[in-house]
């Protein structure tokens, strides 16, 4: 399977279940590494605020009308943004979290965002190059034992701003 068979669309609140269908497909390794704890399931109210987040917005990867894929940012500051993806275990290596990060990234830098951060733990070998294969720049740096990475986002021109 390749992107072009997969499409990105803002999350809608009819999302909240899809999107609890899909963190219950991934293994507890996969949940490890994007919410930073061991578990093997979210409560439904957690899912509710990844998919409809009070200061920022998320993204679903579909594939013949399945929910494969989930990406989210919320508001750090005026200028910055943080992110989080999940992409169900059975479609890693795909590119669905590079179209992901590169949507979200264009969404923000609409809006008037100047970059994204993401935390990531030490093992987690697959997140520099999901940004970089986005066309991104990822900015590295170790904070507490975690990889803490900066997403600069191009300027957008202030004529074209949207409202988020």
Same mark, same amino acid.
């Given at each position: 399977?390749?992107?072009?068979?997969? $499409?990105?669309?803002?999350? /809608?609140?009819?999302?909240?279940?899809?999107?609890?269908?899909?963190?219950?497909? *991934?293994?507890? &390794?996969?949940? !490890?590494?994007?919410? !930073?704890?061991?578990?093997?399931?979210? @409560?439904?109210?957690?899912?509710? $605020? #990844?998919?409809?987040?009070?200061?920022?917005?998320?993204? /679903?990867?579909?594939? *013949?009308?399945?929910?494969?894929?989930?990406?989210?940012?919320?508001?750090?500051?005026?200028?910055?943004?943080?992110?989080? #993806?999940?992409?169900?275990?059975?479609? !890693?290596?795909?590119?669905?979290?590079?179209?992901?990060? $590169?949507?979200?990234? &264009?969404?923000?830098?609409? $809006?008037?965002?100047?970059?994204?951060?993401?935390?990531?733990?030490?093992?987690?070998?697959?997140?520099?190059?999901?940004?970089?294969?986005?066309?991104?720049?990822?900015?590295?740096?170790?904070?507490?034992?975690?990889?803490?990475?900066?997403?600069?986002?191009?300027?957008?021109? @202030?004529?074209?701003?949207?409202?988020?």
């Amino acid at each position: 399977m390749t992107t072009s068979l997969v $499409r990105t669309r803002l999350a /809608v609140p009819d999302d909240v279940g899809t999107v609890h269908a899909l963190v219950e497909r *991934c293994s507890p &390794a996969t949940l !490890h590494a994007r919410f !930073h704890v061991p578990t093997d399931r979210l @409560p439904a109210r957690v899912v509710e $605020r #990844l998919v409809l987040p009070r200061r920022g917005w998320s993204l /679903v990867a579909e594939q *013949c009308g399945t929910v494969v894929g989930h990406g989210c940012v919320g508001e750090v500051s005026r200028r910055s943004l943080e992110v989080g #993806l999940l992409v169900e275990d059975a479609q !890693h290596g795909r590119g669905i979290g590079s179209r992901l990060m $590169r949507d979200l990234a &264009a969404g923000a830098a609409a $809006r008037g965002y100047r970059s994204l951060v993401c935390v990531a733990q030490p093992d987690n070998e697959g997140v520099v190059p999901t940004i970089n294969k986005a066309g991104l720049d990822a900015l590295c740096t170790w904070v507490d034992g975690l990889l803490e990475i900066e997403v600069p986002l191009p300027v957008a021109d @202030p004529r074209l701003r949207h409202p988020a």
